[in-house]
């Protein structure tokens, strides 16, 4: 039996920036205070927590894999030092502001024997690995999917629509936006990005100069 993916549902596409296992005592990651990316994080004993705006807090659970959305004002204070795991990531298609709505706060995720071994391998890959090559990343890949998935599989019908709404309304831009990041130092004309985006010149202006004529 084969399963088609229904229009717009095949995945979210992710780039992972950057993760690490070291051990953290006053401050996390210098990097970790840039808020437009997404975050997994994971802990091997308790004592960190996020205090988050109006002073509401979140401890972070030792062994569990804590998802934070983009666009979250917080601050991470430690009890002690402890040994982290994180990665910084984004999904391609779907901007932070997508997030707000879906995720308002950390998440700490059910216990799941399968990504925690992986995430386990993970911690033991980077802490000998001299860099993130593409096989290390396509594993962190492998568990941000599955943390989102989980994420994603719990949340209410009336929550998820809306943002995945949003993904489905940029996916044919997916491979010019993917482009315009690689290249930005390059010239870039519209018919060349037309072409990346599988359309005609007009069609891939028409929308651009409809919405500025609408402002």
């Known amino acids: 039996m084969s399963v088609l993916f229904a ?3 095949e995945g979210l596409y992710t780039r992972v920036y950057s993760a690490g296992y070291l051990t953290v005592d006053q401050w996390w990651p210098e990097t970790d205070r840039i808020r437009s990316f997404w975050r997994l994080y994971l802990n091997k004993e308790d004592g960190a927590r996020f205090e988050l705006g109006g002073g509401e807090g979140f401890a972070l ?3 569990r894999l804590v998802l934070v959305p983009p666009g979250l004002e917080f601050d991470i204070r430690l009890d002690h030092p402890l040994v982290h ?3 910084y990531f984004e999904f391609l298609g779907w901007p932070p502001e997508a997030a707000r ?3 308002p706060t950390p998440v700490a ?3 799941d024997e399968f990504a925690l071994r992986l995430a386990e ?3 033991q890959d980077l802490a000998e690995a001299p860099r993130l090559d593409v096989v290390l990343t ?3 890949k492998a568990l941000i999917n599955l943390a989102v998935a989980q994420v994603l599989a719990d949340l209410p019908e009336e929550r998820l629509r809306p943002a995945l709404r949003i993904h489905e309304g940029q996916r044919e831009l997916l491979a010019v936006l993917q482009y315009i990041d690689e290249n930005l ?3 870039m004309s519209n018919a060349r990005l037309a072409e990346i985006a599988l359309a005609s010149e007009s069609r891939f202006v028409r929308p651009v100069a409809s919405r500025k004529r609408r402002m």
């Open 101 to 103: 709505g879906l995720l």
């Open 109 to 111: 995720l059910a216990p």
């Open 121 to 123: 391998q993970l911690c």
């Open 138 to 140: 396509g594993r962190v």
């Open 7 to 9: 229009d717009g549902q």
């Open 85 to 87: 795991f994180f990665t």
């Open 185 to 187: 130092a390059e010239p």
């Open 61 to 63: 659970p030792a062994g």
